[in-house]
């Protein structure tokens, strides 16, 4: 089983996911680290997509349509996890829709958002919360 403590990430999309992994708050990484590997457990391979990210590129989004301009991203406190081998936006909807359940369960079981919930649906993202800001700081 790939883990985030294991050396042996394999894979350019792992390596990649790592990286992103490692741009989020030091907290908030602990509870995703969590979820990762319980996603793990129950037989998929999940990446981070995306973590802390610019104000520039909310902007960017959300001229775009497709994110916040004030995100919790932007303090890394949100991620995007995603499976393994439907990592690219455009292939989401080809996705089993068990895992974004299994993803929405298993954050909210932590005490994090899933964006599946959200009226305008996210199905990556899962974050801390507004209320729970100050406990990440």
Request: proline share 4%.
């Amino acid at each position: 089983m790939r883990s985030f403590t294991n050396s042996t990430l394999l894979g350019e999309q792992h390596l990649s996911s790592f990286d992103t992994f490692k741009t989020l708050n030091i907290k908030f990484q602990n509870i995703v680290k969590k979820i990762l590997f319980e996603l793990e457990l129950i037989g998929w391979d999940p990446l981070v997509r995306n973590g802390l990210r610019s104000q520039q590129q909310a902007n960017k989004n959300k001229k775009a349509g497709s994110g916040a301009k004030n995100s919790l991203h932007l303090y890394g406190l949100a991620a995007d996890i995603v499976p393994a081998d439907h990592c690219d936006p455009q292939m989401y909807d080809q996705a089993d829709p068990q895992f974004w359940e299994d993803l929405a369960s298993i954050a909210e079981s932590h005490g994090l958002r899933a964006g599946l919930r959200f009226k305008k649906r996210d199905r990556p993202h899962i974050d801390v919360g507004w209320q729970n800001k100050q406990e990440y700081s």
